[in-house]
């Protein structure tokens, strides 16, 4: 076949760069040995690369942005389509609709290119993020609990299906493949293309607040927190997290309430934000920052320094459910006893929660909780991953399932779907992808959706 893009085969002396320069975890997988990898230039390599594995009894896994902390493309004896050289984009001023391609970084190529006609997009925090798994999870963006998730932006996909054919998919057309595409994951059963996305106009002012506790105040600032949160406006994104501080003075972690507002003037923000600056405890705050101006850009300079690359991950997540009373002590150890420096522990808002539309992606709560284990200690690795367990482990009375952007199915399995999407998503893979061409979940065993203690 001739391709635009490159086969790489094992043997090869790029081979080896080409299953794994683009995967951002150091931690790296060396366990598993893709049959080819296909660096796509073109729709037409994706179609091609797809025809191939069918010819050579392949299944097919994709890459996207790489970003993945279990690597989901590497998969053994699979071709992997990577879509990195493969990067378009396009706005219609018209009717307000941005075309991209999955490997197109969400904050540091659409957004940028977005802005030029005064339109945003809620992308990925970390602005590196391909969009391509990010809408396939469901897209926990930016301002998720008032602007929905990600993917409910998605209006169309173009999608290389089982049969190597490209088609449009979309509400009225190839629905079914349309549904599952928002939500699946790595469990989708088709190379999307091309994702048509609806825009939104760009926030006029953006606002931020930051207060910052010693962790001795854990409990009495995040039980405050729990029984107010759904109370804030909708404009604001609020994440208490705890993370050291690259700030001269701070020589161990806090624990950091923050609320950035995304409205048209200084005083929508000001109002917007002021219920998180009636915290009884912000006498007591380390610092604090209340209803100053940002930048997009300062916000994604924040995220960078967080999530550096070259580092190793481990990460784990949980959506919870439950009474303060029961929720604080269970994320305790998460927030209170990081094992590294650069480690951080993030309490998202999703309250009050808005009913979902009809897509794969079905399972949330009120609060999103996740620990990011970063570290450049290979010999560690056994260990870290042992607290990160134990941290999960606290929190299992209060947990009602996982998001599929922040899991790894090969260490622990949680529900990721309501049940009947989850028989939905079976019936239509079982005609769409009825051979198993596509790898899906990476797993140690079958996915079950279901939570590992209630089996």
Same mark, same amino acid.
């Given at each position: ?6 086969? !790489? ?20 997988? @060396? ?32 890459? @996207? ?27 219609? #001023? ?80 190839? @629905? ?16 999307? *293309? ?63 309430? *923050? ?17 998180? !600056? ?14 100053? #101006? ?54 998202? @808002? ?78 239509i893979r079982a005609v769409r992808d009825p051979k198993g061409l596509f790898a899906g ?15």
């Amino acid at each position: 076949m001739n391709f635009t893009g490159t086969l !790489h085969l094992p043997g090869d002396q790029s081979f080896e760069e080409a299953c794994f320069g683009r995967v951002f975890n150091a931690r790296r997988p @060396s366990d598993r040995t893709p049959a080819a990898v296909l660096e796509a230039a073109t729709e037409q390599d994706v179609v091609e690369g797809v025809r191939l594995a069918l010819e050579r009894g392949w299944q097919v896994a994709v890459r @996207s942005g790489g970003h993945s902390w279990a690597a989901w493309s590497v998969r053994e004896e699979a071709l992997l389509i990577d879509l990195g050289d493969f990067r378009e984009m396009a706005y219609d #001023p018209r009717t307000g609709l941005a075309t991209a391609t999955p490997s197109v970084k969400g904050g540091d190529e659409l957004n940028p290119y977005l802005g030029e006609f005064g339109r945003f997009f809620n992308a990925g925090h970390c602005p590196s993020v391909g969009i391509g798994g990010f809408l396939l999870q469901g897209g926990q963006g930016w301002n998720a609990r008032g602007w929905g998730w990600a993917a409910e932006s998605v209006v169309a996909i173009d999608v290389v299906t089982a049969e190597g054919e490209l088609v449009r998919a979309d509400g009225t057309r190839n @629905s079914d493949l349309f549904w599952a595409a928002r939500g699946a994951g790595p469990g989708f059963f088709g190379v999307v *293309t091309r994702f048509h996305l609806r825009t939104r106009p760009l926030p006029g002012h953006l606002a931020h607040t930051v207060h910052a506790y010693p962790l001795d105040l854990f409990d009495e600032v995040m039980t405050w927190l729990h029984g107010m949160h759904h109370t804030v406006s909708d404009l604001v994104e609020i994440v208490a997290l705890t993370q050291t501080p690259p700030l001269p003075g701070f020589d161990g972690p806090v624990l950091l309430v *923050t609320g950035v507002s995304m409205t048209d003037t200084p005083e929508q923000a000001a109002e917007a934000l002021a219920p998180l !600056h009636a915290n009884p405890y912000a006498d007591r705050a380390l610092f604090r920052v209340e209803a100053q #101006p940002t930048t997009l850009a300062e916000q994604l300079q924040g995220q960078r320094t967080a999530n550096p690359e070259d580092h190793r991950y481990l990460v784990d997540n949980a959506w919870l459910t439950g009474p303060a009373d029961q929720v604080v002590p269970a994320i305790r150890k998460a927030f209170t006893e990081h094992p590294t420096r650069q480690t951080f522990t993030i309490w998202f @808002s999703m309250a009050p929660l808005r009913e979902l539309p009809d897509m794969a992606f079905s399972l949330q709560s009120e609060i999103y909780c996740a620990t990011y284990v970063v570290h450049d200690e290979p010999e560690r690795d056994a260990e870290l991953r042992a607290w990160l367990d134990g941290a999960m482990a606290a929190m299992e009375p209060v947990t009602a399932g996982q998001y599929l952007g922040d899991s790894d199915f090969t260490v622990r399995q949680l529900k990721f779907m309501g049940d009947a999407q989850w028989r939905r998503l079976q019936e239509i893979r079982a005609v769409r992808d009825p051979k198993g061409l596509f790898a899906g979940c990476l797993s140690t065993g079958n996915v079950t959706n279901t939570n590992h203690w209630e089996r």
